[in-house]
């Protein structure tokens, strides 16, 4: 069996685990039964293990980490919620609600990677630099704690807001307090923060070294600076103007969609992202000086 | 100024709100700047600059009424301090960067300059084909000292693709070599804090165009442009004028030219068998069309085109930058704040 055969198997598989485990966690919430979230949970561990196994025979395959092509990336992206998730419900059970937006985010990223080409690609000699390795692993960090952030505010709305209404959804109920939750989602905001800037940091130290230029307004730079910019914002609002509660949580959903519009969207709307300048003057000369006129 | 016009002028500056104001008006300018077709019109602006240093000024008021806070507590003994302390950290990193770009924004010179193998250009300022002074131009550049392409060598990949070009980059004062090192993409050669950065590199084919009495119209090494193609790179010229005269020659390079069904191609991409397709325009006329390999030559009109060599060029692109420096100094020291932050037990809620 070849080795993208071997791939697409586990990746399809883990597909399969992200839907069995949407489905469980959404049932969770509508019919009000916990062992249904418990049992999402427990599918979001089998996804994770064919995901990890396809990503390490991918990265046999080409030698690298694969981060190249949509393939790669969106695989390596799912991988890198996913691991988070898993990760910070295990440290922080009560969050384990948070499944019902990762897994199906997930389960679109690598539906995503296995219908997109899967052909091996070389990469520029430019990408071989502990650097990139540093970007790539802060932009994964930043995408795993704005999921959960943006699932913390989904939480807190609906939680705060069936509690004015006096019924709350006994599965919401046992997630903590909102104060809790809120307190829990500045922090995931501050981490995504932190992470953001020493992705964008790295990411500029790496273009430095490469071309001579840290920053070029390229598109997915902006973008990706606005991103991190909006998070600065949220904490600002939070502490000077006691921006809390119902308003940080659409911020945060808000965020949310910004960097996943900054990491996804932005190759669809711009076309020539990352591409170096091309000068079109000087490109030709005479041996005879006078623009190579005899 | 009267001391209780300098305290509003303080307790302004050092506000939050205005920090927040700021942060808001910051992000939506680049949103606003990544929606036109002209980011460039947002970012040069003197409304984004001038919004940009009344963050500067603001992050450092407020940097400093931190400090003014952060004695108290240091005095007083409240638990917390290193939290406070590391936030004033960051605070300082973020003003840095911030200089940093500002540094740039002011002294950054980029050029370009191509150098073809065998040849020596000399770093001055008419010798640039491409330059943006800086104020410190005259100092850090404009040296007159020569660069030189020694040798080019093309790495190809296991697809027969070009994976990296090595360029052999001669530094020359008169006639002796100061300098010899190799530059690729990512690894630039740093010499007197000018950065030499591997831009684009080509083939030049060697075209010389003869009258029908063998007198020589023109004689010239003709620069390629690499293409991104698909499937594959290829190496043309367009519409190339002989000088003084109505000639235009379109021209498509292969560094290993084969035939194969009637299809021109190039079987790999380091010299093999070069071989030039051309045609010749005289006056808006097409006057010949045709395929030579290095050593042939083509006949039009009476006169006669051949193409006897071929050398390498690089295009490199020239820069100093003192702000670069500054700013990933800044980056070091949000860093540090960073780790300091997470080591206090009251991490950011002190502030709130």
């Known amino acids: 069996m070849t080795s993208i055969k071997i791939q697409l198997i586990m990746f399809w598989a883990s597909v399969g685990f992200c839907f069995g485990g949407t489905v469980l966690f959404i049932s969770g919430l509508i019919f009000k039964r916990e062992p249904f979230v418990k049992y999402g949970t427990v599918f979001a561990y089998l996804a994770f293990i064919p995901l990890t196994a396809g990503l390490i025979n991918r990265w046999v395959q080409t030698g690298h980490f694969p981060y190249w092509g949509v393939y790669e990336v969106l695989m390596s992206y799912a991988w890198g919620a996913l691991f988070f998730y898993v990760v910070v419900q295990f440290l922080k059970p009560g969050l384990r609600i948070a499944g019902t937006l990762v897994l199906p985010v997930v389960m679109l990223m690598v539906g995503i990677a296995v219908m997109s080409s899967v052909e091996m690609k070389e990469i520029p000699r430019t990408f071989f630099t502990y650097w990139l390795g540093i970007h790539i692993l802060f932009a994964k960090l930043s995408y795993g704690s704005v999921i959960i952030s943006a699932a913390l505010s989904i939480a807190y709305l609906f939680k705060s807001k069936q509690q004015k209404r006096g019924v709350v959804n006994p599965l919401l109920a046992r997630l903590p307090q909102v104060e809790k939750i809120d307190n829990w989602n500045y922090q995931f905001i501050a981490f995504a923060f932190v992470m953001l800037g020493i992705m964008i940091a790295s990411g500029a130290v790496w273009a430095y070294k490469a071309w001579g230029r840290y920053w070029g307004w390229d598109p997915i730079e902006t973008w990706a600076l606005i991103s991190w910019l909006i998070y600065g914002l949220i904490l600002h609002l939070r502490v000077t103007m006691g921006w809390r509660g119902r308003r940080a949580s659409w911020l945060a959903v808000f965020a949310f969609i910004l960097v996943i519009f900054s990491f996804f969207g932005i190759p669809l709307v711009y076309p020539s992202i990352h591409e170096h300048l091309k000068y079109t003057v000087g490109l030709s000369r005479g041996l005879f000086g006078n623009g190579g006129q005899a | ?352």
């Open chain 2, 1 to 352: 100024m009267s001391t209780r016009l300098l305290g509003r002028v303080w307790r302004f500056f050092k506000s939050k709100e205005l920090a927040v104001l700021l942060i808001t008006c910051i992000t939506a300018s680049s949103v606003m700047g990544m929606l036109i077709s002209q980011p460039d019109k947002v970012f040069t602006s003197w409304w984004f600059i001038g919004i940009s240093g009344a963050f500067i000024i603001n992050l450092t008021s407020c940097t400093l009424s931190q400090v003014i806070k952060a004695r108290r507590v240091w005095k007083s003994s409240e638990p917390g301090h290193l939290s406070i302390w590391a936030l004033i950290v960051i605070h300082v990193g973020l003003i840095i960067i911030v200089l940093g770009g500002f540094i740039s924004a002011g002294f950054k010179m980029t050029g370009y300059m191509t150098v073809m193998e065998g040849e020596v250009r000399t770093e001055t300022q008419e010798e640039y084909d491409v330059l943006k002074k800086a104020p410190l131009f005259g100092i850090i550049g404009n040296s007159g000292y020569g660069i030189g392409l020694q040798k080019q060598q093309r790495i190809l990949d296991r697809e027969g693709k070009v994976d990296y070009i090595v360029s052999e980059i001669i530094l020359l004062e008169g006639d002796r070599v100061i300098l010899k090192e190799s530059v690729e993409e990512g690894k630039p050669l740093i010499y007197k804090g000018l950065g030499f950065y591997e831009h684009n590199a080509g083939f030049a084919p060697l075209v010389t165009i003869e009258d029908s009495n063998g007198n020589m119209i023109y004689k010239g090494f003709i620069f390629m442009e690499t293409v991104n193609g698909q499937p594959e790179n290829y190496y043309q010229r367009r519409n190339f004028t002989v000088p003084g005269r109505n000639i235009k020659l379109d021209m498509r390079f292969y560094p290993d030219m084969v035939i194969e069904a009637g299809q021109v191609k190039t079987q790999k991409y380091s010299l093999g068998n070069p071989g030039l397709e051309i045609n010749v325009t005289q006056d808006g006329l097409k006057m010949e069309k045709g395929i030579i390999k290095m050593g042939e030559k083509i006949n039009f009109e009476g006169n006669s085109l051949s193409f006897d060599e071929v050398r390498h060029w690089i295009g490199l692109e020239i820069i100093y930058d003192p702000g670069a420096g500054v700013l990933f100094t800044g980056c070091l020291i949000t860093a540090i704040g960073l780790c300091f932050l997470w080591s206090g037990k009251k991490s950011l809620h002190w502030w709130t």
